[in-house]
């Protein structure tokens, strides 16, 4: 009886990467071991591309008080069914502890998050767990000046050039000297980072003045967005990543004032988005609306009762809230469910950020040799 033959199938390498393009981050790292041309194609620009599409997670900033002492740090949520987004893991940064409201985040711009405070400011990829701390800028500060701050930042990418930059908006202050008759007044300049470059310039200052920290991501297909004000009006300030030029659009007309309401703009769907909530009263109401060549609203969500602020979208139009007790709370336009999270933390210091796991290098350090820490949630604490 003649005995069987063994027969061995290959696998099409195409298929294979596009099965591994799937795969989480975590995973991918483990198999830069198995073979060395997958290493190699998990460093092209073509799988780092197709990969960056999947795999959406979850981390919520936040800090437990209010004085010097108290860190803020970043919760990893869970996102598997049936969690309800429970912590699986918190992350301290060093590089931000001795700062008060540190760090305020930019982003996500394609799985990269950018994290500053006054002058300090780093780029983080939490997939590959990449930190960079930014150089000092060079730009010159006008002469005899006597104290700089730094206010709105902004992070985007640049396809043109494949290249990642960060706008940061800077004050240069004049103290009031009486010997020599000098008044105190204050002076503005714009700088740029290029990660290709890993420098800083100077660009042109524009004529509106930006204000404000963002609650969502405002970063959208190669823009960033901030609140603005010129004269006594109201608008939003535009950055083009690519032609590093500034622009202006109007608000929309949502039949109120900045007085009554607190505005958030943010991503939605690839879309500009204004989210209007009223800044009195213990029942919120939410009217979001999208920039598509004119404003139009998009979503009215009314009277919920017991929360504070908007912190997020998820899928199928769910909302991430504040609530009054300071609590993250998950609401369903569709249902009205309030559903609580079981997540705390000090007032207005939650901030949700939800980004796709991404490959992208960014040329910086590992978090263990920044020395941040992961440590795992005990138990049921959140």
Known sequence: MQGLSKTRTEVPE???LEILSKLPVKSLTRFRCVCKPWSSSFQ???????HHRNNLNVLLKRCNGNTHGDIHYFSQLSTEKGHNFS????????????????????????????LH????????????????????????????????????FGFGFDPRTDDYKVVRFVTNYFEENEDEGLMAFWSHQV??????????KEISVPEVHAYGSP???????????????????????????????????PLPQFGGTLAQYYLQL????????AIFYPREGTDKSFDLWVMNGSWTKTLSIESVPGVERPLGFWKNGE??????????VLFDPSTRELKNLGIHAYRETMQIIGYVESLIPINGRSEHEERIVRRPARGSSN
């Open 14 to 16: 195409v298929l294979v």
């Open 117 to 152: 405070d006054h002058d300090k400011a780093a780029l983080w990829n939490p997939s590959t767990r990449e930190f960079k701390i930014l150089p000092q800028s060079s730009v010159q500060r006008p002469p005899l000046v006597d104290s700089t701050s730094f206010g709105c």
């Open 266 to 273: 943010l991503d939605f769907n690839g879309l500009l988005g």
């Open 87 to 114: 912590v699986k893991q918190n992350i301290h940064l060093p590089f931000f502890e001795n700062c008060w409201y540190a760090p305020v985040v930019d982003g996500p711009c394609n799985g990269i998050l950018c």
């Open 191 to 200: 700088e740029l980072y290029s990660l290709r470059n890993d420098s800083w």
């Open 319 to 328: 909302l991430f809230l504040e609530s009054s007790d300071h609590e993250l």
């Open 215 to 249: 609650l969502f991501n405002n970063y959208i297909n190669g823009f960033y967005y901030w609140q603005a004000i010129r004269d006594s009006d109201y608008l939003i300030l535009a950055f083009d990543m690519v032609d590093e030029k500034f622009s202006t659009l």
């Open 44 to 50: 092209t620009p073509h799988f780092i591309t197709k």
